[in-house]
């Protein structure tokens, strides 16, 4: 993503005006971004709506928003809010992405076999959840579609902050910093 | 474009923190983050070995001892100076022995009173106590689903008519027994028989268990388990008999000693500093028909080996020293290649039992079939798939979902059978454990197996890409028993399933036939 820098503008004049010539690097990185990304969620999709159920539905909500984002991207009149939504969804993928590979998140998979599974219903006259939880079983490892995803996801942002009005542009960009604090904070703090 | 640098800032910061805080988690996992660091370990040899008590039985009657142990929660010092908590029989861990006598029965009865639930790891700690290396029946056996909540006790019956040899009791209880054992939950259970008495074999204070496990704490000394990507737990404290790289005098003369490899994962080799050669007197089924020579040998999860060791030689103050060459696919850490210390001292002993025949045991049942009687060969595939350890496809979930029916094999009573087990896959390696037989080696990648596995067995390492046959007589039992790894990370993740062994003539016992009871407990 190469978008041209603006000199920051702290008074907002212009803030609600959008680009009036798009650079053409920042929509082909937009649509090709959010495509990937998109794309990515899809695959990983059944895999998690099979473990975690909720992780799944997550992914598929977030797979259908940046694949309307890359659609929205590349049409003539670029409707900016499904963009805006596009890229604040992003952000809080990145930040979840950055929380599942840091620290053990309550909604995670336990990395046991029988998670998900109610297995412990399964043991005859067990009582309680036979399942352990270790510390850092609940942490994602970062794979290569991990790295993959998300390095698309971060060059979506990038690109639809180019592309939105410029005071949604900058909503985003505060979006961000706010997601990366917190999850600088959360790592510090539980981890 | 309206990105200005305040902005891009921002979302540079939201890009190094997705970048920055996993690949910190990479290098340093969360599970490792409040561990015990290596330089905080003592210095090796600090401890005495201690070995475990013998335990006493409630009563006796005519061919029956009876024994009650409860399992609960304890505190330790397997790192000297740092107390550790611990489950374990009767508080300790190792657990008490038990000793046995061919011929008399063992009723024992286990209670649980485990904490609810486990403090750090959040499980509901049921148990199933498995006796390995005997030949119970399937409801006494430890099934994995016939469970004993906190609260419970079941009362475990033993025939202990087999040929001497070193068993031991651990936990075995569905989804959590590498937890439970790792915490613990193992003892040991010395069987004998008027042969081996006879022999002139080390005894009493010569006649020594080691029992070996690893483990890793956290700095206020909880102990902390690194599951490593599924594969198993390895931990950088070895200890023996409970106790962190212990040390032991020794006389100047022959010793017994009765290695149990109890670590969950861990497959280990020993040899000693100087060279010291071990005599092989048993395996898993006891005395070996006659005495093998070696150097070094590799030792995995849940084998028994029991070698003679002659300290003659050495000089009064001088150490030798266990190592520990590790076998490929363990996970090592600086100080795992040390086991424990001998030092040899000058005080006077006993000249008796101070010997290793040259035969033992040549009747040894398992070593005594022949290949030829075997009426089919079976192929046992270990594999993983999508996560899950498999065995030929199968997991105990799926003879779970099937109501315990399924089985992978079904000899009939009698029947002597190849079972050819096979590791297709170079990444990791198996200790594989057939319940309720004891079988002989044949083979090792078409190889004779190797030199140390001279007896009856019942575990076999099944080491990266390696193909084991094995020989197995089902005899004098009928029912469904397991098979699985005793890597128990993957039994646990669920390489388990079982075989029912065929009698058209009577029917066998249901494994879930016998369930727990809560507490009060009658009379025993």
Redesign the interface.
């Given at each position: 993503m190469s978008?041209?820098?603006?000199?920051?503008?702290p008074s907002g004049a212009?803030?609600d005006?959008r680009?009036a010539t798009?650079?053409p690097v920042?929509v082909a990185g937009a649509v090709a971004a959010f495509a990937v990304a998109g794309l990515l969620h899809l695959v990983v999709a059944p895999e998690h709506l099979h473990e975690v159920p909720l992780l799944g539905i997550g992914m598929v909500l977030t797979a259908v928003v940046q694949l309307a984002a890359a659609t929205a991207a590349v049409r003539s009149g670029r409707p900016w809010p499904v963009l805006a939504v596009g890229a604040l969804v992003t952000?809080a993928a990145?930040?979840f992405?950055?929380l599942t590979?840091?620290?053990?998140l309550p909604l995670m998979p336990g990395?046991?076999?029988?998670d998900g599974?109610a297995?412990?219903a399964?043991?005859?006259?067990?009582?309680?959840?036979?399942?352990?939880?270790?510390?850092?079983?609940r942490?994602e490892?970062?794979g290569l579609l991990d790295a993959v995803c998300?390095a698309a996801e971060?060059v979506a942002?990038?690109a639809a902050?180019?592309l939105l009005?410029?005071r949604v542009?900058?909503l985003?960009?505060?979006t961000?910093?706010v997601?990366?604090?917190a999850?600088?904070a959360w790592?510090v703090l539980l981890? | 474009m309206p990105v200005n640098r305040r902005d891009l800032l921002s979302m540079a910061l939201l890009g190094g923190a997705a970048v920055a805080l996993p690949l910190e988690a990479s290098l340093r996992p969360v599970a490792l983050r409040h561990r015990l660091a290596a330089s905080a370990l003592p210095a090796p040899f600090s401890a005495p070995l201690g070995v475990p008590p013998v335990l006493a039985p409630v009563r006796q009657d005519a061919d029956t001892d009876y024994y009650r142990v409860t399992m609960r929660e304890s505190t330790t010092e397997v790192v000297p100076g740092l107390r550790s908590p611990v489950w374990g029989y009767e508080g300790i861990a190792p657990g008490p022995t038990i000793r046995a006598v061919q011929g008399r029965k063992v009723v024992a009865r286990f209670v649980n009173e485990l904490p609810a639930t486990h403090p750090q790891w959040g499980y509901a700690p049921w148990t199933s106590v498995h006796l390995h290396g005997s030949a119970s029946l399937p409801q006494h056996d430890g099934y994995a689903s016939d469970i004993t909540n906190p609260g419970q006790y079941k009362d475990y019956r033993y025939p202990n008519w087999q040929p001497a040899r070193t068993l031991w009791y651990h936990d075995h209880g569905a989804h959590h027994t590498a937890e439970n054992v790792y915490m613990g939950l193992a003892g040991l259970y010395l069987l004998t028989d008027p042969l081996e008495q006879s022999l002139p074999l080390p005894k009493g204070e010569f006649d020594v268990p080691l029992v070996v496990t690893d483990h890793m704490f956290t700095t206020d000394g909880v102990p902390l388990l690194n599951i490593v990507e599924g594969k198993g737990a390895w931990g950088d404290v070895v200890a023996v008999n409970g106790r962190a790289w212990p040390v032991l005098r020794v006389k100047r003369r022959k010793y017994r000693f009765r290695i149990l490899n109890a670590s969950i994962s861990r497959s280990y080799r020993w040899s000693f500093s100087d060279g010291t050669p071990m005599t092989v007197v048993a395996t898993d089924a006891g005395l070996v028909p006659s005495p093998t020579v070696v150097r070094d040998f590799r030792h995995s999860s849940a084998e028994r080996y029991e070698v003679v060791v002659d300290f003659s030689r050495h000089r009064p103050g001088q150490r030798v020293v266990l190592r520990n060459i590790s076998p490929p696919k363990n996970v090592d850490y600086a100080r795992t290649g040390t086991v424990m210390a001998f030092d040899v001292v000058d005080d006077p002993f006993p000249t008796t039992d101070n010997a290793v025949p040259d035969v033992l045991f040549p009747e040894q049942p398992a070593m005594n079939v022949p290949e030829g009687a075997a009426l089919r060969t079976r192929r046992f595939r270990l594999h993983r798939q999508n996560g899950l350890w498999k065995i030929n496809g199968t997991t105990w979930d799926d003879v779970v979902r099937s109501g315990f029916r399924k089985v992978l094999a079904d000899p009939r009573l009698d029947d002597v059978e190849v079972w050819e087990l096979v590791n297709e896959s170079g990444g990791w390696f198996h200790p594989v454990h057939i319940h309720f037989v004891d079988f002989r080696v044949l083979s090792r990648n078409g190889l004779p197996p190797a030199p140390h596995e001279c007896g009856g067995k019942d575990v076999v390492y099944l080491g990266p890409a390696e193909t084991v046959r094995v020989l197995v007589k089902f005899e004098r039992g009928r029912g469904r028993y397991m098979m699985h790894c005793h890597n128990l990370v993957h039994e646990d993740h669920d390489m388990m399933a079982q075989f029912e062994i065929v009698d058209p003539a009577v029917p066998a016992p249901d494994p879930l036939s016998e369930p727990s009871s809560w507490l009060p407990a009658g009379e025993l």
């Open positions: 978008a041209r820098l603006a000199p920051s503008d212009g803030a005006r680009p798009p650079h920042a952000v990145i930040a992405y950055a590979r840091t620290v053990d990395g046991h076999a029988h599974a297995m412990s399964s043991v005859p006259g067990a009582v309680g959840d036979g399942v352990p939880r270790l510390p850092g079983s942490t490892g970062v998300v971060l942002v990038v902050s180019a009005p410029g542009g900058a985003v960009a505060r961000s910093l997601a990366a604090l999850v600088v790592r981890g | -």
